[in-house]
């Protein structure tokens, strides 16, 4: 496993315990911290510094040049300890999980073990932004006409990696993180009728459009009485909008910063309308968990990817525009006015949705998957 210290790829992970496989995890930029999460994984972490010496972080924040010119000589290279590893360890295959980060480092390695099998998993905007960007893209497509499988988190993103030269095998579909525990959660699931609350993802930045959704909720204000508003995950833009827009002073409005994902988790059991906005995402982690925690989603569409799951105005609500703030508004008028049953809405996911993202059923495919190229390897091996 070739990976950044991420959360979804520790959930992805966990799902191969007890699995039969011996598991390495090489950490990209290496935060030298090993995940007790993942404890049964032999984690290749403090490979980065010769010396990680004392005030090194302080260093760092104070004198950034003298931290450079420091680690010319401190800092051991990536490539070359992928590929120390790959010789010591001799693996059966080598995971990379998204392109930009994991993989296009990799590549050069990769290339010097033509006959070591490569999965890549992309994620969010992994090949669906950054396929924009020409220095990206060469690296995107070097890498695919490398790769020999890929995971994707939804349809669309297979679709851009074949444009873009893959002739791997297709492993399938799957929420990057994999599955959610349904006994764990279903304690924080409040019933539907009892919920007042709408809940905003508060991402702003390079792609999210939160202050837009915020923008919308003004020329709604005399409509919200009766409706908790709270936005969790907000970062310093979307914080000092609320407070100069004085919708900090609402008395049915609370912002949060960052927050566990336990914490998101509970709010999506409370809430009746869970909104996320962005210009450039996958199937998006929040969207599935409104989903499984029983709320109506309202959600951007960036290339069609959250309509793999989303038909408008069926099970949830598109925002095909994502900085438009009039069709928001629109979009979230007819929630509040009742014109789509939402507990319907809510009903038809639970029962041809939900069942789909439950951590088991996931586990069991990807492990399906995985004994898939076990098979394959066995194979190969025999007729050599």
């Known amino acids: 496993m070739v990976s950044i210290f991420a959360p979804h790829f520790f959930n992805w992970t966990e799902q191969l315990k007890d699995s039969g496989h011996e598991i390495y995890w090489l950490d990209v930029f290496d935060s030298n911290t090993k995940v007790e999460k993942i404890d049964f994984v032999n984690q290749v972490t403090g490979w980065r510094y010769k010396w990680d010496y004392p005030g090194r972080y302080l260093l760092k924040r104070k004198t950034p040049?003298?931290?450079?010119?420091?680690?010319?000589?401190?800092?051991?290279?990536?490539?070359?300890?992928?590929?120390?590893?790959?010789?010591?360890?001799?693996?059966?295959?080598?995971h990379s999980f998204v392109i930009y980060l994991s993989a296009a480092p990799s590549l050069s390695i990769m290339e010097s073990f033509p006959g070591l099998k490569w999965i890549v998993s992309t994620w969010g905007s992994d090949i669906f932004y950054y396929r924009n960007k020409p220095s990206y893209l060469r690296d995107i497509r070097n890498v695919?006409?490398?790769?020999?499988?890929?995971?994707?988190?939804?349809?669309?993103?297979?679709?851009?990696?074949?444009?873009?030269?893959?002739?791997?095998?297709?492993?399938?579909?799957?929420?990057?993180?994999?599955?959610?525990?349904?006994?764990?959660?279903?304690?924080?699931?409040?019933?539907?009728?009892?919920?007042?609350?709408?809940?905003?993802?508060?991402?702003?930045?390079?792609?999210?459009?939160?202050?837009?959704?915020?923008?919308?909720?003004q020329l709604l204000k005399e409509r919200l009485v009766g409706y908790r508003v709270i936005v969790y995950g907000a970062g310093k833009e979307v914080i000092?909008?609320?407070?100069?827009?004085?919708?900090?002073?609402?008395?049915?409005?609370?912002?949060?910063?960052?927050?566990?994902?336990?914490?998101?988790?509970?709010?999506?059991?409370?809430?009746?309308?869970?909104?996320?906005?962005?210009?450039?995402?996958?199937?998006?982690?929040t969207l599935l968990e409104a989903i499984i925690m029983e709320a109506f989603p309202v959600q951007s569409n960036p290339g069609n990817a959250t309509s793999e799951i989303i038909l408008d105005g069926v099970n949830g609500i598109l925002l095909e525009e994502p900085e438009n703030v009039n069709l928001i508004q629109r979009k979230i008028e007819l929630l509040l006015n009742k014109e789509l049953d939402l507990k319907k809405a809510v009903e038809y996911n639970s029962l041809n949705v939900k069942p789909c993202l439950e951590r088991k059923k996931v586990q069991n495919e990807v492990l399906e998957r995985y004994s898939l190229i076990e098979n394959q390897l066995e194979e190969v091996n025999k007729s050599n």
């Open 144 to 217: 695919l006409s490398r790769v020999d499988y890929l995971f994707t988190d939804c349809k669309r993103d297979l679709n851009i990696a074949i444009q873009n030269g893959f002739k791997g095998e297709f492993l399938g579909v799957f929420p990057g993180g994999g599955g959610y525990d349904f006994t764990a959660i279903s304690k924080s699931i409040k019933k539907f009728e009892e919920r007042d609350l709408i809940l905003i993802k508060g991402y702003q930045g390079l792609h999210g459009r939160c202050i837009e959704v915020l923008n919308a909720l």
């Open 65 to 94: 040049n003298l931290t450079k010119l420091i680690n010319i000589f401190n800092e051991r290279d990536f490539q070359k300890t992928l590929k120390t590893q790959i010789e010591k360890i001799e693996p059966d295959i080598v």
């Open 240 to 285: 000092e909008f609320a407070e100069v827009s004085k919708m900090i002073k609402w008395s049915n409005f609370k912002i949060f910063g960052k927050i566990s994902h336990t914490d998101v988790l509970e709010l999506m059991g409370q809430a009746k309308i869970a909104i996320g906005n962005s210009l450039s995402d996958g199937i998006p982690n």
